[in-house]
């Protein structure tokens, strides 16, 4: 069964750090662009940051460019988000997401396979 799982969510105060996990299992990622999303309420989901499956290539979003960073370790499975100076307007779900195709873009609709979302809440 195919299988991401996200962790690294939680409660951090503004100007606070988290790093954010995405796992997989009954897969490897090494042939996967990988995409992190969020949505927060009342939102539409948002493409956050993606990365190539040779970690060669990355995007980001406007809105975390230069507070975030996205890197993957193929043989751990796992990417990563670590995610710097945190606003209250991060506020969200995050989700991963895996990209057969391998174009790491941050459209949703590119992405085959989602994981369930961690929560990552900025407040003082």
């Known amino acids: 069964q195919l299988q991401l799982v996200e962790s690294g969510g939680g409660l951090v105060q503004p100007g606070g750090s988290l790093r954010l996990s995405c796992a997989a299992s009954?897969?490897?990622?090494?042939?996967?662009?990988i995409g992190w999303f969020r949505q927060a309420p009342g939102k539409e989901r948002e493409g956050v940051s993606s990365?190539?499956?040779?970690?060669?290539?990355?995007n980001y979003a406007d809105s975390v460019k230069g507070r975030f960073t996205i890197s993957r370790d193929n043989a751990k499975n796992t990417v990563y988000l670590q995610m710097n100076s945190l606003k209250p307007e991060d506020t969200a779900v995050y989700s991963c997401?895996?990209?057969?195709?391998?174009?790491?873009?941050?459209?949703?609709?590119?992405?085959?396979?989602w994981g369930q979302g961690t929560q990552v809440t900025v407040s003082s």
């Open positions: 997401a895996a990209d057969s195709l391998d174009v790491a873009a941050l459209m949703a609709y590119e992405y085959d396979y």
């Open positions: 009954g897969f490897t990622l090494d042939d996967y662009a």
């Open positions: 990365i190539s499956s040779s970690g060669g290539s990355t």
